[in-house]
C-alpha cells in the first residue's frame, strides 16, 4: 500500500486555502447570514469550484484530493456525504481507492449504512489496508463477502464470452456497463436490452441502464431502468422455495411503495429467448424515459434563458425561488 503524506499541504490545498481567507475577509456579514437563511453555503461554491478542477485534471493527485475533500467536509460538514456523487465526494472515493489511507478510514465509517455497489467500493477500499489495521479485522465478514463475490463476477464475465453469449467486440462496446453485471442471465439480458433499443432509437440518445442498482441503503435491484423500472433476474436455486417467494413478494411491495415497477425475470427462461423479456421491459421503461427527456430538455432550455439575463437578475430570482419554494 502505497505510504501517502497527507499532512503537508499540496499546491492545490494551499491554492483553495487562500481562496477562501480571500472570500473570508470580504465577506459581507449580513449577506452570509442571507446565504445560510437560504441553504447556500457562503464557501460551497468555491470549494465545488476548487473539486471540479481537480478533477478535470488528467493525473489526480490522490493527496490533494482526499485534501480537498477533507477540507470541504470540514467547511460544510453534514452537507458532504462520504461516497456521494458530488464533486468533493468523487474526489474522497478516489483518494480512497488509491489507497490514502485517512480517506479509507472516513468511507469505512458508512459501511454499516449502505448496500449494493457503495457497500462493495468500502469493501473493495478496506482489502487496501494492512491486514493488522482495525478496521480491516473488524470489517472481515464484508470483505471476504465482496472478495466472493467479484470472483464469481469475473468467471461469470469470462464464462458468458467462453459460452458464446457474447462476442468480445459486443462486450466491449458497453463494457462500463457489462463489468458490473454479477451473472450470465444478467449479461444477455441487458445486452439484448440495449440492442433492442438501439433498434428502435438508432440515432436517440442511449437507455437509461443502472445495474446493481441500489433503492435505498438495504434493498439492491440487478436493474433500474429509466430511473423506474427494477428488473430482477431469478436464478432457480435462490427463488424457487416457498420461502425465497415470499421474501421476493416482501421485497417487491417495499420497492413498489417508492413508486417504481417491479420485473422479475426467470434466468433459465431468459437465456432461452431473452427477446421477450426485454421487450417488456422496453415498454414499460418508455413512458418515464419519454418524461427523463422532456424534463432534461426543460432544463437545457431554462438554464440558456438564465445565462442571456444579467447575473443580478438571476441572483434575485433564485433567491425569491429558494424562498418561496
Known amino acids: 500500500m502505497p505510504n501517502y503524506d497527507v499532512d503537508t499541504p499540496t499546491p492545490e490545498l494551499r491554492s483553495l486555502v487562500e481562496r477562501l481567507t480571500e472570500k473570508h475577509a470580504s465577506q459581507n456579514s449580513l449577506l452570509a447570514g442571507l446565504g445560510w437563511l437560504f441553504g447556500k453555503h457562503p464557501y460551497s461554491e468555491i470549494i465545488n469550484a476548487a473539486a471540479k478542477s481537480l478533477l478535470a ?6 493527496v490533494a484530493a482526499y485534501q480537498i475533500a477533507w477540507e470541504a467536509r470540514r467547511h ?3 452537507q458532504i456525504f462520504g461516497i456521494a456523487e ?3 465526494e468523487q474526489l474522497l472515493r478516489h483518494a480512497a481507492e488509491a489507497g490514502v489511507e485517512p480517506a479509507i478510514e472516513h468511507i469505512a465509517g458508512f459501511m454499516g449504512v449502505v448496500d449494493g455497489p457503495n457497500r462493495e467500493f468500502i469493501a473493495r477500499c478496506l482489502m487496501k489496508l494492512p491486514v493488522t489495521h482495525p478496521l480491516r479485522q473488524s470489517n472481515d465478514e464484508a470483505i471476504n463477502f465482496t472478495a466472493n463475490r467479484l470472483a464469481y463476477r469475473n468467471n461469470s464475465h469470462y464464462s458468458a464470452m467462453k459460452e458464446g453469449f457474447i462476442t468480445v467486440d459486443r462486450w466491449n462496446q458497453d463494457r462500463l456497463l457489462f463489468e458490473q453485471c454479477d451473472s450470465v442471465p444478467e449479461i444477455v439480458f441487458l445486452m439484448t436490452l440495449l440492442d433492442v433499443h438501439r433498434d428502435a432509437e438508432p440515432a436517440g440518445p442511449l437507455l437509461l441502464v443502472e445495474p446493481q442498482f441500489a433503492v435505498d441503503h ?21 427463488h424457487s422455495s ?3 417467494k415470499d421474501r421476493d413478494a416482501r421485497r417487491d411491495e417495499k420497492i413498489s411503495r417508492r413508486g417504481l415497477k417491479v420485473i422479475r425475470i426467470p434466468a ?6 431473452p427477446r421477450p423479456f426485454a421487450d417488456h421491459v422496453l415498454s414499460e421503461a418508455m413512458p418515464h424515459r419519454k418524461d427523463r427527456l422532456n424534463k432534461e430538455r426543460l432544463e437545457k432550455d431554462a438554464a440558456a434563458r438564465a445565462a442571456a ?8 430570482l433564485k433567491t425569491v425561488d429558494d424562498f418561496i419554494g
Not at 485534471?57 to 490522490?62: A, K, T
Not at 433459465?268 to 429467448?273: I, T, V, Y
Open 57 to 62: 485534471s488528467d493525473n489526480i493527485n490522490p
Open 76 to 78: 460544510l460538514g453534514s
Open 86 to 88: 458530488g464533486p468533493c
Open 218 to 238: 438495504y434493498i439492491t435491484v440487478d436493474f433500474m431502468v429509466e430511473g423506474k423500472v427494477a428488473v430482477e433476474i431469478d436464478g432457480a436455486a435462490y
Open 242 to 244: 416457498p420461502e425465497a
Open 268 to 273: 433459465g427462461d431468459l437465456l432461452k429467448d
Open 309 to 316: 439575463r444579467p447575473q443580478w437578475l438571476n441572483t434575485i
